[in-house]
Structure formats: C-alpha cells, structure tokens
C-alpha cells in the first residue's frame, strides 16, 4: 500500500473540507446538508434566512424539517428530498418553494440541490437564496407594466384627413375601431355622415378652411352598431410643398372617460365638501404666506368658535399660543420644504381659551398652479391634559388593581409563572394573600382540559388578546371552578396581563337554563296534544311533529298552508268566528270545537284553545294554540252504551267469575261462573248470608285487607292469588282482582279466576328446572373429569407416537410415515381440545373471588401475555381509559386475552389495527373490542358462540373453536352478555356487557 498516497489524499480531504466550511460559512447563500429528513449541516446565512439559530435547525427531530416549509409546498419538497435521498434520477435540482420563519413569516426560497455521500449515505446538498424581494418587485413591475400597457391602448385618437368637399381621405386604426367600419369603406365618404349632428361637423371642418384650425369641438361620433362615442375635434388644414391647401388634419378624442370623470370629479367635491364640513378634526389649506384659503368653518366654530370671515385671509399665527409660534412655523416650514410637517401646539379659541392640537400638513399644487398646504388638526386636548394625570392614574390603577373586586394578574407566557396579581385573584384560586399566591400557583397545572388551554393560547398568539374566554381551573385544594379570563400580551416583556372572574355560578345557571329549553323543546316534540300557530290570516308559520302526524301532511307542505284549506265552509266559519271573538277581545277561548280534514280525506274531530300572539313591542301578530284529536272521544261517547252491553255480555258469559259487592263485604250480584266456582246459588249469594271475606281462609286476612287499601286509594288493585273455600269445605287457588265503582251505590266488581290447573303446571315446570338444574352441575363435573382424566392416557399416546416418529420415520414407507404424522398430529390436535373443554368447565369453579379490579391493569397484564403474536404480526392496539369494577379477575384476563388474539389472528392483508373502549350506558359497562380483520357474515353471529364451531376449517387457521364459547360463559358468570357486530371484509367489533353494581354473592 502506498502510504504516501493515503496520507496526501486524506491531507487534500482535509484540505477539501476546510474549503467548503470557510466557502459556506462566508456564502451569502444558505447552505445545508439534509439526510434522513433532518439537517446534518446547515450554514449561518440558511439560520439567518429562516430566523433560527443554527443550532434550533440541528436540534430539529426526523421530519421536522417540514416545519419551516408553507403547508402547501411540503408535499412537493418532501417528495424532491426522499428522491434525492434516495438516488433516484428524475429529481427537480431547482426548483422555487415557500419557506416559514421562526417569526410564522413566508419568503420565497431559490432552492438548488445535488445528491452527495455524507457519512456513507445518501444526503441533500441544498443552497437557498431568499428571493422574495424579487418576487414582490417583480409583482409591482408586472401591475405598472400592465397599467401602462392599459393606458398606451387608451391613449389612441382616431385620425382622419378630409378633402375640401368634405370627403374622407385616410384614417388610423382607431377610426376603424371607433366607427365599426374598414379604412377601404370610410375613404371617399362624406365626413359628417358619421356624426350625430352632421350639420354640426359640416359647421366645424367649414371653419378649419376659413380660420385655420378648430380647438376642442365637441362632436358625437355614431358606430356602426348605433351606439355614439363623445369626441374632442382638433382641426387644422394642411397644405402641399407649393402652400396650396390640401385638406383638413382631424385628430378626436374619446371624451367618454373625461365625462365620466368629470361627473365623478364633481362627486368627489361634493364627497370632499361633505366630510370635510362634517369631519371632527380641523381642515384648512393655506397658501405659501400662510394665510387661510380654506377652511371647514363648522367645525372650526364648534372647536375655536371662528367663522370664515374671521379665518379667511388671516395667517396661522394670528391664532397660535405665543410659546408655539416658533413649533408652528416649524410645521408649516417644513411642510412647504419637504411636503409634509408634523407638530403639537395650542389655538387661541375665540373665547380666549387655548387648546392643544396635533396638526398635520402636506402640500399641493392648487389649479392655479402656487404651492398650497393642506392642514389637518386635531382637538389633543384630552391627551394632554391625560400625561399630566399619567402619575395619578397609575396610583390609581395601583390602588384599583389591588383592591378590584375580580381577579388580575401577570403571567410569564412560556410556562404560566404568576409575575404579579392582586388580593381577589389569589383569593380566587384559593390562596390568603397574594403572596402566597406568586410563590406557588402555576397555571400549567390547574387547567382542568389542557387541549382548552392550548386553544386559549393559540387565540392569544393570533390575535395578541382575548375577551371573556371561559375556561375550567383548579384551586389551590384541586376544586374546579369556571373562569372567565380577558387578557393581552405583551410580547416585549414576554407576558401576559389579564383578569379573571369566578364564572361558576353563571355555567351552572346557564346549564339549568339550557336543560329547561331543551326539556321545553323536547316536550314540545313529544306531547300529545298538537300545538300550533298561525299568521292573523290564518297561514301556519309554527308547529311540532304531533300536528304534523295527526294532520298526515309534511311539515314542508303544512308550513306556510292555511288551516282554512283543511276544513269544509261551515267548519271555516266556526273557526274565522272564533278567531275574530279572541282577536277583538284579546282573551283565550278554551275548548272550541270543530271538525278538520287529514290529508288523506279522513275527517276527524278536533277541540282547541287560541290564544292571541303579540311581538316585541305589543302588536298582534297572530295566533296560537292546542288542538287535541276528540275522534277517539267522540266515538267513545256514542260507544257508551254499547261499551255498557258488551259488558253485561262479559259477566253473563261462561269465561270467568265477577261479582258485585258494596262496602260492606256483601256479595250483591254474582254470575254463573263464580257461583259455580264456590258452590252456592244465585239466591243463597244476594240473600246476604255468604260474605266474599267468609269464603277466605283466615290466613289471607292482611292480604285482603292491603288489596281493600288499595282499591281505596287508587280505585283498583293488583291482581293477587290466594285461596278460596267452597260451600262443601275444599280448597282451590284462584287469581282475583278487582276495582272501585265511583259514583255506584254498589263498592265495587272483582274478577276471579280458578287457576288449579296453572298451579298444578307451574309445580311441574319447577320440579323440571330443579332436575335441570342438578343435570347441569353434573355434566360440568363430567366435563371436568372426564377432560381430566383423558389427559394422561393422551400424553402416553402422543409421547409413544412421538417415539415411533423418532425411531421409525422414513424406515418403513410413505404411508407409514403419514400414518404416524396423523397420529401425532391428531393427538395433539385432541390435547388441544380437551384443555379448552377443561377451561370451558372451570368457568364459576375458579376459588378467585369477585373484587374490585382496574381494567387497565387488566388490559396491560393481556397485551404482556400476547407480546409475541402482538410483534410478530405487527399488530397496534389502541386502547381508551378504562374504569374499575368488580369481577373475577383471572376470567376477565382470559376474556380479554381470547377476544385480542382472535382479532389478530383473523386478520386480512393490513396488519391488525385493535381499538379497545368503554361507556357506561344505564348502569351498564359497555366494553367494545374493534379490529379491521376479515368480517363475520350475519347468518353466523349466533352460531360463533356454540362451543366447538368453526367458521373456518382448522387449514386455514388454529384453534379449537371454544375461544368465544368460553367468553360468553365467562359473562353469563358475570350477569352480562356477549354479541357483534360485523361485515365481511370490513373487520368486526365485539361487544360485552357488565352490570355496574354484582351481586356478588350470586
């Protein structure tokens, strides 16, 4: 190796590398190096340009580099980067982009790049130059070129010259333009033809032979569409070498524009005149010795009380303090010498008073073409008297700012450091003084919603304060409490002043308030009756959805109809009458009744009460109301009396047992039903010798008496079941119920229904679930043992298997050796299942008691459990806060645990993505598990749940079938329940429910 040539080469790399430092730290250019989307290099002038230093550019993390690029160009640059840093060939090497200062600032950056090796790798090699001068200079050059490109075309007079008879002998373009008519057919035409007076051109061209030329002849010039351009005729005649006349020269200009700004020149005086005369300051324009030309004279005697004829020819001076004479005529000196002056000084009112003015002056060049000033003063006298008081004011602000009934403070912006604050803040936010306060409160930790906070101060940044923000802190002791805080910046001592009120009263109040309107409109929704209102002409302009139902009609059809539509003539004129009744006597009319027809033709009766609707200040505007569907009430008043035969029919039916009885406990009617139940006659019952009580065993007593109570107070009682005795001695159930006639002279009718037979049932069908229930403990404890003891002879089978596999695989043939991997893989297969079976079977028998469990926890403990499966299919899992409730902890574990992996291993082409949440939903925890795996079609929702089925064929994935099985037992456990919701392709989500409150004990 030659060691000579190494040493000059890494000599000439040092050599090479000082060069491009020293050129890059001395370039006017910024000068960077990116790799792996952060800045490797960057020079002073690229920190300069962008306001970092260069350090805040190297500290900036992977990617952060798009941070000082305008949002819109960060896609183009970002691609143009990872080219380059990739080495790709189709790569812009200059291209321009919008960049972002420290201070939020765009400028435009030139920015050319070339691919290098830096450390190994390939890295950008960027220079930037800040061109954005250039870019507005070139804005401004492109808008005055286009201005003066606009008035070059506007500047262009038609031309013309004419013969001696008038005739046209050449024109210019804008003649062609002006006329709509071709140089071939203008020339060799009677010039005057064109105009819309030709008797006036004829006049004019007539007079430029005789005097010699024509100034400024007013003409209109016709197109050939019939619309006339007014012109400006210039004429004058021109002659050949031998000063024989030859013709007329005709320039016109187009006076369209003039007119116009004539007309405008004219408002803009009568513009000028009326602000001038109704400005608040003073408006003078003076001439260079000073002396008034002009002045607003109403306003100049309402402030100094001086009229034209006391202002107009006199000088400034005439009227300015003595010790301001020397700043006055400072102002208007420099005014005339540099066209503009400044000053502050004191007018003599006319009165003798003084007041301070701030004038300001330009100057002009009036239509007599002498300098002019034009001066503007303004009454500052408020200002001044204002500093004198500046000391005063700020020992009153101190005074008020310590003893002020809300809260202010200052505060450092970077991190909330309380600078200063008076007594009512620290107070406030639960400090005795404010001492206390500034030594300790932080307001970065007492916001109750940080996101809140930071929106507070993104407002603050945008527009340097805020008014009446409202926010949720914390006291000293951790108390929440709302706040209303209105505050400023001031950017130069880096803080923020601003004052803050206990606003917590207010939201609770507002909340009551928004809770009555929204129970106001939630009522108005969901009440029966339908309320309505109408315009004085009977149009509907409101109603809610009740109306709207009972009517049949949309509410955009019913909206703006006149209910007069929906009613026969004699229905309308009831109702008019009505509503012209409430409307002279401004008094309600309750229970009106009409009939109205649905949109569907099906009349109905309807009863209202109107009242009259009034605005703001008291004028009758309409009418409103609620109207109540009687049909039902109607057709229940004529169904009475059949409703009082079909009952009659009810009690002489076969069906069941009704009798009367008064207050007394006498039976005084009974039908044949209930005498044939107790055995008695219809005589032996209304003779007053059998009393419903004797038929009752002594040991329902207090249940008969809690039913008579009952009747008593809601006029009916709850069904009951007890026993009756016959006439001959025997015993038999019966359901009776009953309730109180009001208004009878008999108490009341009961129902009473021999239930024997269902008695009888109810006995057998708990017997059966008794013998249910025993089965059920038993096949538990069969699956139990049975799994149990098939283990060991499964391990004998699988090891000796295994054995023969390891022995004799490959010495036989083919098949044997297939033969044995079915074996080993089916007593595994078989191991498999009976583990879940057992897992399946311990479910309840766990000695793990129900406690109070975090969730969280829970979920943490899961995800440990599944680390591997998690990073070997590179799934993510998301989860949101989780509460604590009561459980079987090891379940829950493995609830979570079967859920997870089987939204991993059910995934599609993505890697899984898995949201785990919770709400609380009427004294339920809803838990949801969310994958974006394969789907379940809906037929197989039901069926996911049964132990051992499988939607897939174990080929295609692992497991035994029991993993969901095993979840919705774990939550029958727990009193909750399991189901899903899904679609193929489109993963699936998992839901599970658990009481808030177990019975633990169950």
């Known amino acids: 190796m030659n060691f000579n040539k190494v040493k000059t080469n890494e000599q000439k790399l040092k050599e090479s590398e000082e060069k491009f430092r020293t050129i890059s730290e001395q370039s006017l250019m910024g000068i960077a190096i990116l790799q792996d989307d952060r800045y490797k290099y960057v020079n002073q002038a690229a920190a300069d340009m962008l306001g970092y230093t260069v350090e805040e550019l190297l500290d900036t993390p992977q990617g952060g580099f798009m941070n000082y690029i305008h949002p819109e160009d960060r896609e183009f640059v970002r691609e143009q980067a990872t080219k380059k840093q990739m080495g790709m060939k189709d790569v812009i090497t200059k291209y321009q ?6 201070l939020g600032e765009t400028i435009w950056v030139q920015n050319y790049s070339c691919t290098i090796t830096y450390e190994g790798k390939h890295a950008d090699l ?65 010039f005057s033809s064109y105009f ?52 007329v020269f005709v320039a016109a200009r187009d006076i369209t524009n003039r007119k116009k700004i004539e007309e405008e020149l004219r408002e803009s005086e009568e513009k000028y005149r009326l602000i001038s005369e109704n400005a608040n300051d003073l408006i003078a324009i003076l001439n260079s010795k000073f002396e008034h030309e002009y002045i607003n004279e109403e306003t100049y005697q309402r402030i100094l009380g001086y009229s034209n004829e006391d202002m107009l020819g006199k000088t400034r001076h005439d009227i300015v303090h003595p010790a301001d004479t020397k700043q006055a005529f400072k102002v208007l000196k420099d005014g005339f010498k540099r066209g503009e002056g400044t000053g502050e000084l004191r007018l003599r009112h006319k009165n003798g008073n003084y007041i301070w003015v701030e004038t300001k002056g330009r100057t002009f060049k009036g239509s007599d073409g002498l300098l002019k000033a034009l001066t503007v003063s303004r009454d500052i006298t408020e200002r001044k008297l204002s500093e004198q008081r500046l000391k005063e004011s700020e020992e009153k602000f ?77 006291k000293r002791d951790g108390t929440p409490f709302w706040a209303s805080i209105s505050a400023r910046t001031d950017l130069k001592e880096n803080r923020l002043e601003g004052a803050a009120i206990d606003i917590t009263a207010r939201k609770k109040a507002e909340q009551k308030l928004k809770e009555s309107e929204e129970k106001y409109r939630s009522i108005l929704k ?55 009744e409430v409307y002279n006597s401004s008094k309600e009319k309750e229970n009106f009744q009409f009939e109205v027809m649905k949109k569907n033709g099906e009349i109905i009766a309807a009863e209202t009460s109107i ?167 038993e096949l538990e404890q069969f699956a139990y043992v049975a799994s149990h003891d098939l283990k060991e002879p499964l391990r004998m089978i699988l090891s000796f298997a295994r054995l023969l596999a390891r022995h004799y695989k490959g010495k036989v043939d083919e098949d044997a050796d297939d033969f044995i991997d079915f074996i080993v893989a089916g007593a595994m297969r078989m191991q ?164 808030k409150e177990i019975d633990i004990k169950s």
């Not at 049909?631 to 009082?644: H, N, V």
């Open 526 to 580: 969901r009440i029966k009756e339908s309320y309505f209102e109408v315009d004085l002409r009977g149009n509907y302009t409101f109603f809610n959805n009740s109306l709207v139902e009972v009517l049949g009609y949309s509410k955009d059809e019913l909206l703006g109809l006149n209910f007069g539509r929906l009613m026969d003539k004699e229905n309308k004129r009831k109702v008019f009458k009505v509503f012209n």
């Open 126 to 190: 960027i220079t930037m130059i800040d061109f954005t001068e250039k870019v507005k200079a070139k804005a401004e050059i492109h808008k005055l070129s286009v201005y003066n490109r606009n008035l070059i075309e506007v500047s262009l007079d038609p031309l013309a010259t004419i013969d001696q008879d008038g005739k046209i002998m050449d024109v210019n373009f804008a003649t062609e333009t002006i006329t709509g008519q071709s140089r071939e057919e203008l020339i060799g035409t009677e």
């Open 398 to 474: 101190r005074y008020f700012f310590n003893n002020a009934q809300i809260g202010l403070f200052w505060s450092r912006i970077s991190d909330g450091k309380f600078l200063e604050c008076n007594n009512t803040f620290a107070k406030l936010v639960g400090y005795d003084t404010r001492e206390e306060c500034l030594a300790d409160y932080i307001a970065l930790e007492h916001y109750v919603d940080l996101n809140t906070r930071n929106k507070m101060l993104e407002e603050i940044r945008i527009n340097n304060e805020i008014k009446d923000f409202e926010i949720q802190v914390t």
């Open 196 to 247: 819309t007076e030709p008797e006036k051109a004829t006049e004019g061209y007539k007079r430029v032979f005789e005097t010699g030329s024509v100034r400024d002849y007013e003409l209109g010039l016709q197109h050939v569409d019939g619309h006339v351009t007014p012109v400006l005729y210039n004429a004058s005649i021109f002659k050949d070498e031998n000063g024989k006349v030859m013709g």
């Open 832 to 995: 498999k299942l009976i583990n879940a079976l057992l897992s399946y079977s311990q479910i309840g028998r766990s000695d793990k008691q129900f406690r109070l469990i975090d969730v969280d926890i829970v979920l943490k403990e899961v995800i440990a459990n599944l680390r591997h499966l998690i990073e070997e299919s590179n799934t993510i899992i998301t989860i949101d806060p989780l509460p604590k409730l009561v459980a079987n902890e090891v379940e829950f574990i493995q609830l979570f645990q079967n859920l997870i992996s089987n939204a991993i291993k059910f995934h599609g082409e993505s890697p899984p993505l898995i949201h785990v949440s919770v709400k609380l939903q009427k004294k339920q925890w809803i838990f949801s598990v969310r994958d974006n795996g394969i789907g379940i079609d809906s037929k197989d929702y039901k069926r996911i749940f049964i132990i051992f089925q499988r939607l897939r064929t174990k080929y295609e994935y692992e497991g035994t079938g029991i993993g969901l099985s095993i979840c919705k037992k774990i939550l029958e456990h727990h009193k909750g329940k399991i189901w899903v919701e899904s679609e193929v392709g489109k993963g699936s989500t998992f839901y599970f429910s658990i009481p």
């Open 97 to 102: 982009y919008r960049g972002l200062t420290k």
């Open 611 to 777: 009242y009259l609707k009034y605005d703001q200040d008291g004028n009758k505007i309409g009418f409103g109301g609620i109207v109540r569907d009687i049909t039902d009430r109607k057709k229940a008043e004529k169904a009475l009396k059949e409703s009082e035969a079909r009952f009659k029919g009810i009690f002489e039916s076969k069906m069941i047992g009704t009798f009367f009885w008064d207050a007394n406990g006498d039976i005084t009617n009974a039908n044949d039903v209930y005498l044939e139940m107790v055995g008695y006659s219809k005589d032996e019952v209304l003779s007053g010798t059998v009393r419903w009580k004797d038929l009752t065993p002594p040991e329902y007593t207090d249940l008969d008496n809690k039913a008579l109570e009952e009747i008593t107070t809601k006029g009916v009682m709850t069904p009951i079941e007890k026993e009756y005795i016959r006439k001959n001695g025997s015993r038999f159930p019966i359901l009776i119920g009953g309730s109180a006639l009001p208004g009878s002279t008999l108490g009341g009718v009961s129902f009473a229904l021999d239930i024997t037979e269902r008695k009888k049932g109810e006995q057998i069908i708990k017997n059966l679930l008794e013998k249910l229930r025993r089965i059920n403990i």
